[in-house]
Structures are given as C-alpha cells and as structure tokens.
C-alpha cells in the first residue's frame, strides 16, 4: 500500500510540473501585458537601425557598380514588410484602448507583442551574424546588358565612327551629345560593351549629365 501511495504521489507531482508551467506561462502574458508592448516597440526601433545601416552599405555598393547578394536583398524586404505589420499592430493596440479588466484583449495582444518581438529579434540577429558582405563585384560586360539595343542603319555609322575614335590612340575622349530621347544611353552602353569585349578599356565607367541637375 505504501509502495501504492509512493508511486500516485511521483506521478501527481509529475503531472504538476507539466501543469502549473504552461499555466505560469500563460498567466505572465496577462500580467506583463505592457512589459511585452514595450519590448515590440523596442525591437522595432533596433530593427528600423539595422536596416538602414545595411540600407546604407547597400546604396553604397550600388553607387560603386557592384550586385546585392540576394540574401541581403531578401532581408530587407522581408524586415520592411515587418515593421509596417509591427507598426500597425502597434498602433491598433493604441486605438483599442484595452481596460485592465478585459482579461480575454490583454491576454491575446500580449501574447501577440511577444511573438512579434521573438520574430523581430531573430531578424535582427541574422543582420548581426549573415551580413559580413552585402555585394560582389560585377563582370564588366555584365555591368553593361544591353538587350535593348537595337542596330538601326542610321546609327551604324555613327557607332563604327566612335568605335573608330576610340581604337585610335590619339583620341583620350568620346563625347554623345544630342536631344532626349534619341537612344543615346543605349549607344553608350553599346560602345561600352563593345569596347570591352575587345579589350580596348580595362574599365569603363559612364557619366550621364542631365539638363536638369538635382
């Protein structure tokens, strides 16, 4: 009989343990309702730095000519779409005005926050240990995909004239100038992809001067 008790009694603590933990858990979303707020619109704002320092490196790498990794690219899509969902739960949270005594409200918004604020925090430790790198170097010719162009008879010869130019080594400059809208972009990066792929230039870089400077 004692052995009988003994062993009821090791298997009602058990089942109390696995009880009053979830139980515990549960209730600290009730109790800690602006604790877990709080810590969502702290997360965000960690966030909201994170991505524009990475924001930061990625504009500067494509001003250099150089390709996004995807994965960065991913991200940052990914972290936009968040703090605007963040946000607007944020700012919904402040519309309803939940009273201390609407258990049901402030137990599911709570719980809510502090799944929000684990998500936000996993993204922002991938920023911190996924992104030693944010670009790569492009090929040049890849830097100068020219699908659009299209060899009309009347740009032929202007083409071969500044192909021309630019094989002779007296020649240090070649300007394109001429109304909007005539396709000179396009020749330029016709003439550029040609001159690499004949090795003329090592590098080429491309300046459009607008009419109208920003």
């Given amino acids: 009989m ?11 603590g058990k089942i109390g343990e696995y009880t009053v933990a979830p139980v515990g858990h549960q209730l600290g979303y009730l109790l800690y309702y602006k ?14 730095n994170a991505k524009n320092r990475l924001q930061h490196a ?10 996004i990794e995807d994965d ?9 779409e968040t703090i605007t969902k963040a946000e607007g739960f944020i700012q919904l949270q402040g519309e309803s005005n939940v009273g201390h ?6 137990y599911q918004l709570s719980r809510k926050a502090s799944k929000m604020a684990g998500e ?11 992104f030693n790198k944010v670009s790569y170097r492009l090929t040049l010719q890849s830097a100068f995909k020219n699908k659009l162009y299209r060899e009309f008879e009347s740009r032929k010869k202007t083409l071969s004239g500044i192909m021309e130019a630019l094989r002779d080594p007296k ?3 070649v300007v394109v100038c001429g109304p909007g809208g005539i396709g000179k972009t396009m020749l330029a990066e016709e003439i550029a992809r040609r001159t690499l792929r004949e090795k003329l ?6 300046v459009t001067i607008s009419q109208n400077v920003d």
């Fill in 171 to 173: 020649h240090s400059m």
């Fill in 120 to 130: 936000i925090h996993q993204l922002n430790e991938d920023q911190v240990t996924r």
């Fill in 58 to 67: 990625v504009d500067e790498a494509t001003r250099d000519a150089e390709g």
């Fill in 72 to 80: 960065v690219q991913e991200w940052l899509c990914k972290v936009r």
């Fill in 35 to 48: 604790r877990n707020l709080t810590n969502l619109q702290t997360q965000i704002q960690q966030l909201r």
């Fill in 2 to 12: 004692d052995c009988v008790i003994s062993v009821g009694v090791s298997i009602l």
């Fill in 101 to 106: 005594c609407n258990f049901m409200s402030r």
């Fill in 201 to 206: 230039f090592s590098n080429v870089i491309m």
